[in-house]
């Protein structure tokens, strides 16, 4: 079989995931334009001119983009999205701009990338052309997947008036209700504690362009992206988790049960006053706060980081390492979920890495199971969650325990069944035959 003809199934899949991606898009976009707010779509095109929410994530756009460059094409790119800033800035300052909702900087950072789109449409062709637009398709896909995240949250407030947030403050309690005690210990640290989780949480996405970069460091050189890396990962949790919260609704601690809910809060309990045992019920909420609890994106996130910074060197593990607690303790420490929504979102996020990998593998068996494991465990911790808060509540010391441990297995399976692949010595490829000399 040529090399053109085992190309062709790739092309086809990346081209079925182009049209696929663009359709979900505008689908957003329609149903925020319904709801009158804003979609996906809209948001990327008005930081085309309008002061970015977030110039240091365009700036991570970019630099996955870069990783398709040349070293001098990526100094002469940033030094054109530096250039782009400052003239930016300087229009805005001769304006009088109002930059209280955006960021001064980062509209430099996506000219660059929508220009190189347009480099390799118009100056480019081939091999050289597809790899260039792949590398602006992960940079956009990174800052979309944002806006897109920022959407079904707006959705998820709009369109479900009720939360389940009882019912998992009652699920809460076999674990100890973690929330109230990180809110005390992160009350008592001061606000320099509480500034530092704040950065390390908002900032999740460029901790992950930081171990992106290093899995892609060859792509120039090699003129080919990896069969897998983080950002695979990370736009897939970003997909299809807003999607549970839609079918699960929870607004997190600070706003059931505590003073940001205002009104709306079942009682203003946390973090000092552990929530009573009682039989929950359904808790009417308003319109503006997203139900973004169930699972954890956030820890999955974060869960994914740290599995891939494990093939990087020991600075990286550690990053990972670290990123994974501090994201870890301000989740909980903030009240912006509960426990046993990190303990949601470690097996999702597990499940979805196993997912992938075997998908990569060609459907591996072992891997296959694994990954009906893990959506079995994640559907039972969500159904016990729902049917049986109340007695999970009453026995903490059986069910506690056991939330952790199937947990566990899921973790472990991962790493036993990567430990195996590893393992399996993949022969090389047949070299091909040198022309016979003229």
């Keep these: 079989m040529g090399r053109a003809a085992r190309r062709r199934p790739r092309t086809v899949l990346w081209a079925a995931a182009g049209v696929l991606t663009l359709g979900f898009l505008v689908a957003l976009q329609l149903v925020a334009h319904h709801l009158g707010i804003p979609g996906p779509i809209t948001q990327q095109a008005r930081e085309v001119i309008h002061a970015p929410k977030s110039g240091f994530l365009l700036y991570a756009s970019m630099a996955l983009t870069m990783v398709v460059l040349t070293w001098r094409q990526r100094l002469i790119a940033l030094g054109a999205a530096i250039g782009i800033d400052l003239v930016f800035l300087a229009v805005r300052w ?50 979309t997947g944002r806006k897109t995240g920022d959407t079904w949250l707006l959705i998820t407030s709009r369109t479900l008036p009720v939360t389940l947030d009882p019912y998992i403050a009652m699920a809460d309690h076999a674990l100890g209700n973690p929330s109230w005690l990180a809110g005390r210990l992160l009350e008592a640290g001061g606000p320099v504690g509480e500034h530092a989780l704040d950065y390390v949480y908002a900032q999740l996405a460029v901790a992950a362009v930081v171990v992106a970069l290093y899995q892609l460091r060859n792509v120039a050189a090699e003129q080919r992206f990896p069969r897998h890396h983080l950002v695979r990962t990370f736009l897939v949790i970003g997909l299809i988790g807003p999607a549970i919260y839609m079918i699960y609704p929870v607004v997190g601690p600070v706003f059931a049960y505590g003073p940001q809910g205002g009104t709306w809060a079942a009682a203003d309990l946390w973090p000092n006053t552990l929530p009573p045992i009682t039989a929950p019920s359904h808790l009417p909420f308003d319109t503006i706060t997203p139900r973004n609890c169930m699972p954890s994106l956030h820890t999955a996130w974060a869960t994914a980081i740290f599995i891939h910074s494990r093939t990087g060197p020991r600075a990286l593990r550690i990053a990972g390492t670290f990123w994974l607690v501090a994201t870890l303790a301000a989740t909980l420490g903030f009240g912006w979920h509960y426990g046993v929504d990190l303990v949601a979102g470690v097996v999702f996020a597990y499940t979805i890495e196993a997912g992938l990998r075997t998908f990569d593998r060609g459907g591996d068996r072992a891997g296959v199971l694994l990954v009906v494991y893990g959506t079995a465990v994640f559907a039972a911790l969500l159904t016990a969650y729902r049917f049986a808060p109340l007695e999970m509540a009453r026995y903490p010391w059986l069910a506690g325990p056991l939330l952790l441990l199937v947990m566990a297995s899921v973790v472990y399976g991962y790493q036993r069944l990567t430990r195996l692949w590893e393992s399996v010595t993949i022969p090389a490829p047949r070299a091909e035959p040198l022309p016979e000399p003229a």
Aim: glycine content about 18%; charged content about 15%.
């Design 94 to 143: 001769a304006i009088g701009a109002d930059l209280s909702d955006g960021h001064p900087f980062g509209n430099g950072a996506l000219w660059v990338v929508l220009g190189l789109a347009v480099f390799a449409l118009t100056r480019r062709t081939g091999a050289e052309r597809l790899l260039l637009l792949k590398g602006v398709g992960l940079g956009l896909l990174l800052v």
